[in-house]
């Protein structure tokens, strides 16, 4: 990253600190960054020598936005896919059976493109759920870490393992596929906990902490279906060991809710509390199929949960519970998902739709999510779920100078009635006018201070069609699967689980 990290005085902004219990409303403010951090808050403030003066008057600043779980091998598959349940669209966005693994020189481009899509509009932590079929490599690992760290962006990079065989985390799996379609879903011998875990220390000597702790590394396996239970722990206890997140998917299906009782007699929240898993490390990605049960014991075990509003939309997932796990006292990030099951990189639109979408179904009033909690999601509570609030998430004097600042003067805001439910039910990102991650100005005025972002699409449009005619090839190969999975689709909706979603 090549900007300047000279102190900032930005003066006169409203400013939404998101900072509980009393930052939760605008007020008018000056906030000085100096050495990546917030210096101070307050009016009036003197101006340091060698210092840039920001005049904000007419300007809202807030904090940097998180999107709590997102994954950058999806992000060249942009509007690809549509009318696909999660279980077929795996198929196409993840082929089963596929060729060589992504180029290093595109996987480099494909991270930084999130990077920079993600920047621009306002999101300045990602936890990225890296996914390298099978490779846990960390020479590839590094080139991930390379694309964050030239963007300038804050993130938690995972790789994400998973060492069950398709069919065997599968509902009905072993009965519906024929013979000849099992032996191809047969990947050879599967990670072991222990190789997983020498791969995971290496990565966290070569790259936890780097750029002054702006990049670090986190444990990700895939979703306790998909994982033995001696591969869950070993996880858990790597997520311990360096205080980072455990962050799987839960319950993202109906499909996924039989599984549990198919495979192990119980919800699959039951069997992570079970094994030992479930604690305020543990991040869990959806949860949308859970019951009551799982809702009490997720509270009583600190966990916390990413709601990604659009992806469950665009796959059928479901309506996840979000009322009732705030209720139980459970930390709510927002996540878009990849950008092949959203589609967009833009946390503006999850903070509008989760505050809207869950007022159906009879619910009371009283009950739908605000514009504040939602607002609360994006901001402080999604650093809490990648066990970054004490660093991020919200506008704090010692806390990174990680903030966007938008302009008031603008049809988003006209008339201005509410700054915070205009925020939340106006805003699409296009009055963000400043992007700062760590004290440095990452993008002004929609321009990217840290990429060159027409040197990049130059490159991409060069190499993108050949690697998208093959995966294309690919996708066809796979589409031989799709009636198997449409059944297993079928038995799992025949299969009573006491709850709907």
Same mark, same amino acid.
């Not at 549509?82 to 693994?101: C, D, K, R, V």
């Not at 993600?118 to 870490?145: E, Q, W, Y």
């Not at 990604?308 to 479901?318: C, D, I, T, V």
């Not at 009371?364 to 660093?391: H, K, N």
């Given at each position: ?34 050495? *990546? ?47 696909? #349940? ?19 020189? =595109?996987?480099?481009? &494909? ?24 490779? @846990? ?24 393992? =998973? ?52 990049? &670090?590394?986190?444990?990700? #396996? ?48 039951? @069997?992570? @509390? ?63 998902? *990849? ?28 009950? +739908? ?12 509570? *999604? ?45 699409? *990102? ?26 990049? +699409? ?6 993108? #069609? ?23 689709? &079928? ?11």
């Amino acid at each position: 990253m090549t900007t300047s990290s000279k102190s900032i005085l930005i003066q006169g902004a409203e400013v939404l600190a998101m900072a509980r219990p009393h930052g939760e409303r605008p007020v008018q403010a000056d906030v000085l960054l100096q050495g *990546g951090k917030i210096a101070a808050i307050g009016n009036n403030l003197p101006i340091p020598e060698s210092c840039e003066v920001i005049a904000a008057h007419g300007k809202l600043l807030m904090p940097g936005l998180v999107n709590a779980h997102t994954h950058s091998s999806e992000t060249f598959f942009k509007g690809r896919y549509e009318q696909m #349940p999660l279980e077929a669209w795996l198929l196409y966005a993840y082929t089963y059976i596929s060729g060589a693994p992504i180029p290093d020189r =595109l996987l480099y481009l &494909r991270t930084l493109l999130l990077a920079m899509q993600s920047l621009k509009n306002g999101v300045t932590t990602l936890c990225d759920d890296f996914f390298d079929p099978m490779a @846990h490599s960390t020479k590839r690992l590094g080139i991930v870490f390379q694309a964050y760290r030239d963007a300038g962006i804050r993130v938690n990079v995972s790789s994400a393992v =998973l060492n069950t065989p398709v069919l065997d985390s599968t509902p009905f799996g072993r009965e519906v596929f024929p013979e000849h379609l099992r032996n191809q879903l047969n990947f050879g011998a599967p990670t072991t906990a222990a190789d997983y875990t020498a791969y995971c220390q290496e990565a966290f000597r070569r790259f936890h902490g780097q750029a002054d702790g702006r990049l &670090r590394f986190a444990i990700t #396996p895939s979703a306790p279906q998909r994982c033995t239970t001696d591969m869950l722990q070993a996880c858990h206890a790597l997520a311990v060991q360096h205080g980072v997140p455990l962050h799987t998917h839960l319950l993202e299906t109906r499909v996924q809710a039989v599984a549990g009782q198919m495979f192990y007699g119980k919800t699959l929240l039951a @069997h992570m @509390h079970d094994i030992g898993v479930l604690d305020r490390h543990t991040t869990l990605a959806h949860a949308i199929w859970i019951t009551d049960d799982d809702i009490a014991q997720m509270g009583r075990a600190g966990c916390s949960v990413v709601h990604n509003p659009l992806s469950n939309l665009k796959l059928g997932s479901g309506l996840a519970p979000i009322r009732k796990l705030l209720d139980a006292g459970v930390a709510i990030g927002l996540g878009t998902d *990849g950008l092949s099951s959203n589609d967009s990189a833009r946390v503006f639109d999850l903070i509008r739709f989760a505050a809207l979408m869950h007022n159906t179904g009879g619910t009371p009033p009283a009950q +739908w999510l605000s514009a504040i909690e939602t607002l609360r999601m994006a901001t402080l509570d *999604g650093a809490r779920t990648a066990m970054l609030d004490d660093v991020t998430g919200s506008l704090e004097v010692g806390k990174a100078a990680d903030l966007v600042m938008l302009d008031l003067d603008n049809d988003n805001f006209r008339p201005k009635n509410d700054i915070v439910k205009q925020l939340a039910y106006c805003e699409n *990102g296009s009055s963000i006018e400043l992007v700062v991650v760590a004290g440095h100005v990452v993008c002004r005025n929609g321009q990217l201070a840290t990429v060159r972002e027409k040197e990049v +699409w130059d490159e991409l449009n060069q190499l993108l #069609p050949a690697y998208l005619e093959e995966h294309g090839r690919w996708e066809v190969a796979n589409r031989v699967f799709e009636p198997y999975f449409s059944e297993v689709i &079928r038995r799992c909706k025949a299969t009573d689980i006491g709850i709907q979603r």
